[in-house]
């Protein structure tokens, strides 16, 4: 039989989520000779309560047919996220609903969830002293709620054998995608990937795309330095140089720029450049070379080691996650 997928609809699931174990591995399709086009899984949907409609975050609800009891048959059950997770997002706790379904789980079945589904894991202590991620945003307050938990906060997902969790969204897909080439190898999973015309591989290692915006700039008492620093990345900036845009000493000046930003003038000014590099990838046809100048970086190389230890991926891959290629334009 099909390795059986259950997916756990909750009050206020995100469809977007709630559809992407039906997209991956329903549509994961056997590619060898003794398997060719059979289906590989089985999904189905289930509630915590009888078959009946489920509220989702958006204008119409669905009409789930199977209840908790389908948990009981599960090889592999995923929980997408949900907006609407009451004692479980602020108080950290299963409802009474929730336990009950979570009874009929047998042991060994593998657990994922697909951004704030990941609450429901650990509320339910599948996380307990395990490496987890949720989405950037959620990240901290997981990690108050659930201090047992070890929160990734920068990756795409994490693979801990039995227990995997993903960032939001589009990381669903990829771990989806990474669980079918875990199962059925490369092949399976790059032909789903591109009959889901999605990328069909981003390692769980790299970071989430997150915009990280500097503090109001407005009542911050280094907002010229900034201000300067910004309009001449391109250029070598010392440390000295912004001080004096400020008209302090380099020690008061990198005193009161931590105490406003938070981190380093030098931190900052790298994270800045990593920014305008990302801007140049995604929205011009600069090569690389003209990137890492205009960046400020100067060469390739050093575009390439910051842009790995930021992002985890090359500025070549990265442009290609962003922006399709001619080739690729339908």
């Not at 227990?163 to 999973?189: M, P, Q, Y």
């Not at 060469?299 to 500025?315: D, E, M």
Request: hydrophobic residues 40%; charged residues 20%.
């Amino acid at each position: 039989m099909p390795h059986r997928v259950v997916v756990l609809a909750l009050d206020g699931v995100l469809p977007f989520e709630l559809g992407i174990a039906q997209r991956i591995f329903g549509r994961s399709l056997g590619v060898e000779p003794r398997d060719q086009g059979a289906k590989l899984y089985d999904v189905i949907t289930c509630s915590v309560r009888p078959p009946g409609p489920v509220a989702t975050d958006a204008d119409f609800t669905i009409t789930v047919e199977h209840g908790p009891k389908a948990l009981a048959t599960a090889d592999t059950v995923v929980i997408p996220a949900s907006y609407e997770l009451g004692p479980v997002y602020s108080e950290g706790r299963l409802t009474d609903e929730l336990a009950a379904a979570f009874a009929y789980i047998r042991p060994g079945t593998r657990m994922v969830s697909i951004c704030t589904g990941g609450y429901v894991l650990a509320a339910a202590g599948y996380l307990d002293g395990r490496p987890a991620t949720t989405h950037w945003s959620s990240a901290d307050h997981f990690q108050a709620l659930f201090p047992a938990v070890r929160v990734d906060p920068d990756v795409l997902f994490i693979d801990d054998g039995d227990v995997l969790t993903s960032a939001g969204v589009a990381a669903g897909i990829d771990l989806c995608l990474h669980i079918v080439r875990r199962d059925h190898g490369t092949a399976v999973a790059n032909d789903v990937a591109r009959r889901t015309v999605v990328p069909p591989h981003r390692d769980g290692g790299q970071a989430q795309y997150i915009q990280r915006p500097v503090p109001d700039a407005q009542i911050a008492g280094t907002t010229t330095a900034r201000a300067w620093a910004l309009g001449r990345l391109e250029r070598p900036i010392l440390l000295r140089d912004m001080a004096q845009q400020e008209s302090m000493s380099v020690r008061t000046f990198t005193r009161r720029f931590r105490e406003e930003v938070g981190i380093s003038p030098v931190q900052w000014l790298t994270q800045q450049r990593v920014e305008r590099a990302r801007q140049l990838l995604e929205s011009t046809d600069l090569s690389i070379d003209q990137v890492a100048r205009d960046a400020g970086f100067g060469t390739p190389t050093s575009l390439r080691q910051h842009l790995q230890a930021a992002l985890g991926v090359s500025p070549t891959r990265y442009r290609r996650t962003f922006r399709a290629t001619a080739g690729d334009r339908c």
